[in-house]
């Protein structure tokens, strides 16, 4: 049954305020594994099922958009068992868990390099994509393939060649034009970034959204993450004073 729609953290009469946009940087699945014995395809399944908790949580907290760092365009590194497990369980994410965001009125959305993937993946991501892109209750982002660095890249390659082509003016590129080249055109910055397995360091995800977010690092693996978790942080968050440069009284 569909779920309800959710209170908003951030409703027009300013209690509770946000987050209305939390990023996660999964981290910690092959420790998890490692500690108990197990192969590290082990800790990633156990990290797809956080992965379902969390998406449930944020949703009942009335978060919009929920971006989670799922595979970076480094991660292609790793031995070619694991990064085909990885994929694997991707598609069965998206072959068997679609159906279920949809019924709960999520949106789902797939930022990051594509060419690199299978193209029976990349048809699986179309048409989650399509099948849930009327949904308003929250938006699931899954970073695939994806590195920030390149991504800047990107959108100056487009910006530049705008102007090279007479489309643009140099004067006239702003942050907001330059926003539109990337793969988050359209979807507010993070309010929030949260990093488990107690590393502190972003690792080339949202270099430019980031900007002004708040960042909560924890020791909790990916796999134990959960809704205390994600409270805990977005506690964190409304803790503290965002002044956005300026001072305030």
Avoid at 212 to 223: H, K, M, Q, R, S
Wanted: one cysteine or more; a neutral charge; aromatic letters at 8%.
């Amino acid at each position: 049954m569909p779920a309800e729609p959710a209170p908003r953290l951030n409703p027009d009469n300013g209690s509770a305020p946000g987050p209305v946009h939390v990023a996660i940087i999964m981290d910690g699945n092959g420790r998890w594994a490692k500690a108990r014995g197990l192969p590290r395809t082990a800790g990633h399944k156990r990290g797809a099922d956080a992965v379902k908790r969390v998406v449930k949580c944020a949703g009942n907290l009335g978060i919009s958009y929920l971006t989670l760092f799922g595979f970076s365009s480094e991660n292609w590194q790793r031995p070619e068992n694991e990064v085909r497990d990885l994929l694997g369980l991707l598609r069965f994410y998206l072959e068997n868990d679609i159906a279920e965001l949809h019924a709960n009125g999520i949106r789902f959305n797939i930022i990051g390099d594509r060419s690199r993937l299978p193209p029976e993946t990349v048809k699986l991501i179309e048409g989650a994509e399509a099948r849930t892109a009327a949904n308003t209750r929250m938006t699931l982002i899954i970073a695939l393939s994806y590195g920030s660095r390149q991504e800047i890249v990107a959108a100056a390659r487009s910006v530049a060649k705008d102007c090279a082509e007479g489309r643009l003016k140099p004067e006239d590129i702003d942050e907001a034009r330059f926003g539109q080249g990337l793969f988050t055109a359209g979807i507010p910055d993070p309010d929030l970034l949260i990093r488990t397995s107690g590393e502190q360091r972003i690792s080339n995800f949202l270099l430019w959204q980031l900007a002004y977010t708040e960042l909560v690092f924890t020791d909790t693996l990916w796999p134990d993450f959960g809704n205390a978790e994600l409270e805990a942080a977005i506690a964190t968050y409304r803790s503290r004073d965002r002044r956005y440069g300026a001072v305030t009284a």
